[in-house]
Nanobody, 116 residues
Framework: QVQLVESGGGLVQPGGSLRLSCAAS????????MSWYRQAPGKEREVVAAIDSNGGTIYVDSVKGRFTISRDNAKNTVYLQMNSLKPEDTAVYYC??????????WGQGTQVTVSS
């Protein structure tokens, strides 16, 4: 059974940091591109960052220099280190696993709220 379980969300003040984790099971984690998406109220879900099976990374412009995606294949876990958080980063953050010619998997999401 495939599972993606996000954790690490919460309430943080502007300028603060959070580290999200996504623990995967039920598929060959190391072969998948792992991504973090977010969805704010009333907005479409958008990709935040992704890391492929070779460790290559991409980021949406709005988080470059503030967020870092990483993966630990030994722990089947992908991380999103979020620094210098802004109120506009408030959203539900989702983990996604994708691979060509394979089903795509999503986690249930974790809420991140940036507010003073």
């Amino acid at each position: 059974q495939v599972q993606l379980v996000e954790s690490g969300g919460g309430l943080v003040q502007p300028g603060g940091s959070l580290r999200l984790s996504c623990a995967a099971s039920g598929f060959t984690f190391s072969m998948y591109t792992m991504s973090w998406y977010r969805q704010a109220p009333g907005k479409e879900r958008e990709v935040v960052a992704a890391i492929d099976s070779n460790g290559g990374t991409i980021y949406v412009d709005s988080v470059k220099g503030r967020f870092t995606i990483s993966r630990d294949n030994a722990k089947n876990t992908v991380y999103l280190q979020m620094n210098s958080l802004k109120p506009e980063d408030t959203a539900v953050y989702y983990c996604k696993a994708a691979r060509v010619a394979r089903p795509t998997y999503w986690g249930q999401g974790t809420q991140v709220t940036v507010s003073s």
